[in-house]
């Protein structure tokens, strides 16, 4: 079956006669007020300073010197916690009462671990994948009663 061959949709013989029509008007000229705003956006935008763009638009030795000194924070963080973490092991074992509901707080979360390990080392694999499935199918059907919200709200007049 070829293209003249195929059954015509309503839609799409009324889409044809929009396009036409649409294309035989003649093209409209922006408002003037319109067109001073975008230009003064854009000869704003122009004149901001390096740092206030995106980076992707920053010299390669801005870029390259942001990376070095994001690196070196990931470098001096990464020890503080460890650091932070003994320190509060250590206030803990003291028995600090400012920290008390910190330490409460960790054993709950704590526990709420320790039982859904207990639980999930309880249910069978099978279990667990069906649940899987079944949450995916549960996220497919909220993306599409989502999909038809925003048709039925935002797209038909």
Not at 48 to 56: A, E, F, G, N
Request: hydrophobic residues 55%; proline residues 7%.
């Amino acid at each position: 079956m070829n293209e003249s061959q195929k059954p015509q949709r309503p839609q799409d013989l009324l889409e044809r006669q929009v396009d036409r029509a649409l294309r035989g008007l003649a093209p409209r000229r922006a408002p003037r007020s319109l067109e001073v705003r975008v230009i003064a956006e854009l000869a704003r935008r122009a004149a901001l300073p390096w740092w206030r763009r995106r980076i992707l638009q920053w010299p390669p030795a801005a870029r390259a010197a942001f990376i070095v000194v994001c690196g070196g924070l990931i470098r001096f963080a990464w020890p503080a916690t460890g650091w932070a973490i003994a320190e509060f092991g250590a206030l803990r074992r003291s028995g600090a009462p400012a920290l008390s509901w910190i330490h409460y707080g960790a054993a709950a979360v704590s526990g709420a671990a320790q039982l859904l390990n207990v639980i999930a080392g309880a249910l069978p694999m099978s279990w667990i994948a069906a649940g899987l499935v079944f949450a995916a199918m549960l996220y497919a059907a909220l993306f599409g009663l989502g999909a038809v919200a925003y048709r039925t709200l935002y797209l038909n007049p």
